[in-house]
């Protein structure tokens, strides 16, 4: 069963009427979750499904919780740089607070550029895969996000990551657009 499902929909032509190949659900307000993960060259880090806003608070747990093992998982001991948009929850006091205490370095990001930073292809990535999930309830949606999250594989990360220069160098010849 769909959430928010009106109830069948019929598209038809003359003479069709209710023929069994001419029903299709309808879900007018599909179920939706806000995620958070980690990339990096070595692959991915686990998933976060986040309940409610996030603000600097509620941030600093998915930090706390999921970034410090997905930087065991994907560094090791190395040392790396973490990188996030200007979101209020990332850039308010506490959370460089937070990121300073546990000796993380955050990559000085300007502002309004999401579409540089490749973790948003790979959420690219794991929509397209999603398309032909068609999940029905929360719970098969989330399972259909961790299914298409795990099949993200290090070599693609690797490949975006490895785009960074030539997208910077894009838009420094493009002066900014």
């Given at each position: 069963?769909?959430f ?21 659900s ?9 995620v ?86 790979l ?55």
């Open positions: 069963m769909s928010g499902n009106q109830g069948a929909r019929v598209w038809r032509k003359t003479g069709e009427k209710e023929m069994t190949k001419c029903l299709k309808s879900v007018k307000y599909p179920q939706s979750v806000m958070w993960g980690a990339m990096s060259a070595a692959g991915v880090g686990p998933l976060c499904f986040i309940k409610g806003r996030v603000n600097a608070a509620s941030y600093q747990e998915i930090l706390e919780h999921f970034i410090l093992p997905s930087a065991e998982k994907l560094y090791g001991d190395e040392d790396f740089v973490f990188q996030h948009d200007l979101a209020p929850a990332h850039s308010a006091k506490t959370t460089g607070k937070w990121f300073t205490d546990h000796g993380i370095t955050v990559l000085n990001w300007p502002a309004n550029s999401p579409d540089l930073n490749p973790i948003e292809n959420w690219d990535i794991v929509k397209r895969k999603l398309r032909d999930a068609r999940p029905n309830t929360l719970d098969e949606l989330k399972a259909a996000i961790e299914a298409s999250w795990a099949s993200i594989t290090p070599q693609q990360c690797h490949r975006l990551i490895a785009s960074m220069p030539r997208r910077i160098e894009a838009v420094i010849s493009a002066k900014g657009f």
